[in-house]
Nanobody
Framework: QVQLQESGPGLVKPSQTLSLTCTIS??????????WSWIRRSPGKGLEWIGY???????NYSPSLESRTSISRDLSNNQFTLRLSSVTPEDTAMYYC???????????????????WGQGTQVTVSA
């Protein structure tokens, strides 16, 4: 059973970079055909896929966020990290890490398409 846990600051100032880490237990970030995603939910926009890093290190980002997004991984700590730059109050949301196994690359934008989820962490962008 894979378990995911998000961590990071709950408050970020406008124009700064949001950084969140997802720690994986019960599985390996290099497990074959697994995709490790960041997703957010806000009252105004609903569920929004941000991007993923695959078991082989390949990344894929939402076109609407790609210019500000970076996802990296730490193999020694079995973690992956989201960095979202130049944040605005529009980036205020509950942020989740999630994963699934798939034969072909995504993206996957529906909640039911993911097998495992973290509990989520609230991030507020405010001065």
């Amino acid at each position: 059973q894979v378990q995911l846990q998000e961590s990071g600051p709950g408050l970020v100032k406008p124009s700064q970079t949001l950084s969140l880490t997802c720690t994986i237990s019960g599985g390996s970030i290099t497990a074959n055909l697994y995709y490790w995603s960041w997703i957010r939910r806000s009252p105004g926009k609903g569920l929004e896929w941000i991007g993923y890093i695959a078991w082989n290190g390949m990344t894929n980002y939402s076109p609407s966020l790609e210019s500000r997004t970076s996802i990296s991984r730490d193999l020694s700590n079995n973690q992956f990290t989201l960095r979202l730059s130049s944040v605005t109050p529009e980036d205020t949301a509950m942020y989740y890490c999630a994963c699934r196994r798939a034969i072909a690359p995504g993206p996957w934008t529906q909640e039911k398409e993911y097998t495992y989820w973290g509990q989520g962490t609230q991030v507020t962008v405010s001065a």
